[in-house]
T-cell receptor
Framework: AAGVIQSPRHLIKEKRETATLKCYPI?????VYWYQQGPGQDPQFLIS???????DKGSIPDRFSAQQFSDYHSELNMSSLELGDSALYFC????????????FGSGTRLTVV | EDKVVQSPLSLVVHEGDTVTLNCSYE??????LLWYKQEKKAPTFLFML????IEKKSGRLSSILDKKELFSILNITATQTGDSAVYLC??????????FGAGTRLTVKP
């Protein structure tokens, strides 16, 4: 069965560079979530989208932005990267029509050097 | 293929009931299993389990890991309406890879 696809799997960037993370949700899932999990930390909710509109905002820095496109894939754009942005970034999707749980992607590991 | 499977997908109980949530996994180079409580959209850490057979307890919640049978259970006794949430199981494996289950949505009715 298709899962949530995240790309790239790994990314190494230098400080002050920009990064774009992509997420392809389960077909027919209408909600996408982004999480950031630093080393040894709990996942932090960043932002979510429902039907391509931003639905909720968590602890997302102003340097980050995200959007969901007409094909439902989502991108997390991160600018002026800092060392502290090094983390696993997870995307998950779900359907509000019926509860089948969340489907998480495998994550993108971002390392800022 | 690495996977984490939670069951049941959803559960509705009444206050005072005891519930058991299940999490099974198949991953390479298992490191630890974590349980989170997700209310709204923010997961809150509950337990981290690394050793088989050692129960971890926090108030009315407890959890145990079976590394031979590759599963963990999360028990909640004397449930309260405030326990209503999605409970996520995640497995850390390889070199800091993480895989999440789909979650169990628990609804506790008064």
């Amino acid at each position: 069965a298709a899962g949530v696809i995240q790309s790239p799997r790994h990314l190494i960037k230098e400080k002050r560079e920009t990064a774009t993370l992509k997420c392809y949700p389960i077909p027919r899932h209408d909600t996408v979530y982004w999480y950031q999990q630093g080393p040894g930390q709990d996942p932090q909710f960043l932002i979510s989208f429902y039907e391509k509109m931003q639905s909720d905002k968590g602890s997302i820095p102003d340097r980050f932005s995200a959007q969901q496109f007409s094909d439902y894939h989502s991108e997390l754009n991160m600018s002026s990267l800092e060392l502290g942005d090094s983390a696993l970034y997870f995307c998950a999707s779900s359907s509000t029509a019926s509860w089948y749980g969340y489907t998480f992607g495998s994550g993108t590991r971002l390392t800022v050097v | 293929e690495d996977k984490v499977v939670q069951s049941p997908l959803s559960l509705v109980v009444h206050e005072g009931d005891t519930v058991t949530l299940n999490c099974s996994y198949e991953v390479t180079n298992f490191r630890s299993l974590l349980w989170y409580k997700q209310e709204k959209k923010a997961p809150t850490f509950l337990f981290m389990l690394t050793s088989s057979g050692i129960e971890k307890k926090s108030g009315r919640l407890s959890s145990i890991l079976d590394k031979k049978e590759l599963f963990s259970i999360l028990n909640i006794t004397a449930t309260q309406t405030g326990d209503s949430a999605v409970y996520l199981c995640a497995v850390s494996y390889n070199n800091n890879d993480m895989r999440f289950g789909a979650g169990t949505r628990l609804t506790v009715k008064p």
